[in-house]
């Protein structure tokens, strides 16, 4: 069997994304207008995350669930020298803190730059919740976003020869790691796929 599809980024199958509910743990799903399709990165999108094992329902981002981290890297309003500050992650991001300044020691509040951070494992890129399609593969952790998605896996590890055109710099076949291309583990993956498969559609 020949693998002939084209070799789309993962950022294709992200318009429906099986997540852990934060409410319940069950299975939940992202649902994506990814807008204006741009690569790596969709710009513009509207998610909406409904899980309909409890209800939970959130809405464009209105929530992250991973983590923040703030900065603030200015000068002194007193003497001018360099002022950087590095905030604890935290969950609840704030919008300033005070700051001494270590040379002049002046103290003035100074309005800090939040970043968005994932947690260290798979998550999705809208809300930062963890994936729910994700098995362990030899200490490896394989995740899918959805079931399209795993079949389009399913399909590229089953195959026996690939058509490698090489011309899509981001795109998933190229980037997955070698442990999944490596045709020693793919009667393992195959099995830990139709699980995760037959799990889903049960
Ligand atoms: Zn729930
Ligand atoms: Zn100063």
Redesign the pocket.
Known sequence: MRFDKPAYPTVYFSDKIWVK?P??N?R?LITTDLGRYTIPFPTEHQSVLI?D??G?RKENNEEWFGYYQGFVGRSCSFCGSHISFTSQPTKQPFQSTMIECAVCKNEKEYSINWYRYKENKPTDPFFGLELWLQTDVKGNILWLYNLDHLCYLKEYVSAKLREDDGRHKYSMISNLPQWIKSSKNRDLILKKLSRLEQELIK
């Open positions: 509910c409410n319940c069950q939940a899980c094992n409890c939970y």
